[in-house]
């Protein structure tokens, strides 16, 4: 039980990001009050929706609003349709999320990837590489590395050569603090990291491994390992079963991030979570789905609301540490593909216990099992 109201944007974006965002915030209401907890929630218009408004994909109330929020729950932006007259920096992939992301310094990003025995037929593995269940939380440093070391440039060096510049560089202040964050995750997981690098071409590999391992020291419960990149993304396919928690600086997350999104069958079942200052025992952060608008499916009740949903449990556990109260969600989540219900992306014909639903009962079933 917590006495403290948290204050939570609710920014729903886009197409289908309305009606996921709808669906979470059920399932919010449902934990309140299971577990005698406070949300004020505000919802905001970003993204198409924001210039619609107020003229701009990040209206100044709504970055206001994020300003005073213990953390954004956030839905998608950009329907590649809309005006292609917009400057790119004026649309919203750039004008709202980047503009967020910078705004709130969010330097880590955790994605976590599971696979509910009841979709391994999503999934591209064969059943004996599932295992008992694929279950992998990417850790991801999300502000260094190559996609913003200095110098970055393209210059001529002779006629017709051109050379192109990417600089890879870490700090041992930021490796430490992604460590820190994938050591205390794997503490609430199974308590095993798994650190990847390059440490047998890289300056920076052989500087991250050094960082990591004395973070490690912190964490006596929790085991490391570390691994090449190449290696990571072959165990990946090969036995996936093998990660708790794999670590990993920012390019490397980026790809093994996708991959081993691509092993639990659909867009509609993966949250995110990006963090950014911790303040005593409160983390800001920014919960959405990883996947988009689904412009293609958007306003048909057909959305999978899984991904929006478990983006407030990553928010419950991460930014607030009420562990019981994320676990619910999770377990809901559980409970209602063990039932049966399935949104059209994760529905099998094959599976005949398998009852498809659209996005408000999917909801309504998760906010019933909380
Ligand atoms: P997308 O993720 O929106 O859709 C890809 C495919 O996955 C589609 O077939 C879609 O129907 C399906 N899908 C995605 N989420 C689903 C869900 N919850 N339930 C069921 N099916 C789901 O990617 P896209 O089509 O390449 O992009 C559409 C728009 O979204 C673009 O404007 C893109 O820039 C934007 N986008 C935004 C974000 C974000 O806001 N973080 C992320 C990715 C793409």
């Known amino acids: 039980m917590s006495s403290k109201t948290f204050k939570l944007a609710a920014l729903a974006g886009d197409g289908i990001g309305p009606e996921v965002m709808r669906e979470a915030i059920k399932v919010l209401r449902a934990v309140e009050k299971r577990f005698s907890l406070q949300f004020d929630i505000t919802e905001a ?79 591209p593995l064969s059943l004996e590489r599932q295992g008992n269940g694929i279950d992998v939380l990417v850790v991801r440093e999300l502000t260094g590395g190559m996609y913003f070391g200095q110098p970055k440039k393209t210059e001529q060096v002779s006629p017709g050569v051109m050379r192109a510049i990417d600089t890879m560089v870490y700090t041992t202040p930021e490796i ?85 999104a691509a092993l639990a069958g659909s867009l509609g079942m993966l949250p995110s979570a990006s963090l950014g200052a911790t303040n005593g025992n409160q983390t800001f952060g920014f919960y959405e789905p990883a996947g988009g608008t689904a412009p293609d499916i958007a306003g048909k009740n057909l959305a999978n609301p899984i991904a929006q949903i478990l983006s407030v449990a990553l928010m419950l556990r991460y930014s607030f540490g009420l562990n019981d109260a994320a676990n619910a969600i999770d377990d809901a989540v559980t409970k209602a593909i063990a039932s049966g219900l399935r949104t059209g992306d994760i529905y099998s014909a094959a599976d005949a216990t398998a009852k498809k639903v659209g996005t408000r009962e999917m909801g309504d079933a998760i906010a019933a099992g909380v």
């Open 45 to 123: 218009p970003v993204g198409w929706a924001g210039i619609d408004a107020a003229g701009k994909a990040l209206p100044d109330t709504t970055l206001e609003l994020c300003r005073k929020s213990d953390s954004i729950l956030f839905g998608s932006v950009g329907l590649p349709d809309r005006d292609p007259t917009i400057p790119k920096e004026e649309r919203p992939e750039r004008a709202a999320l980047l503009r967020l992301r910078k705004e709130f310094s969010l330097f880590a990003n955790l994605r976590p990837v599971k696979l509910y025995k009841q979709l391994a037929h999503a999934c």
């Open 176 to 260: 430490e603090r992604i460590a820190h964050v994938a050591f205390k995750a794997a503490q609430l997981r199974r308590k095993k990291v798994t650190s990847i690098d390059k440490a047998n071409v890289l300056e920076n590999g052989v500087l991250w491994r050094d960082v990591v391992t004395t973070v490690s020291k912190h964490y006596p419960d929790v085991a490391l390992e570390h691994m090449f990149v190449d290696n990571g993304a072959m165990q990946l396919m090969l036995k996936p079963t093998q990660f708790d928690v794999m670590l990993c600086e920012n390019m490397f997350g980026d790809i093994l991030s996708d991959e081993a």
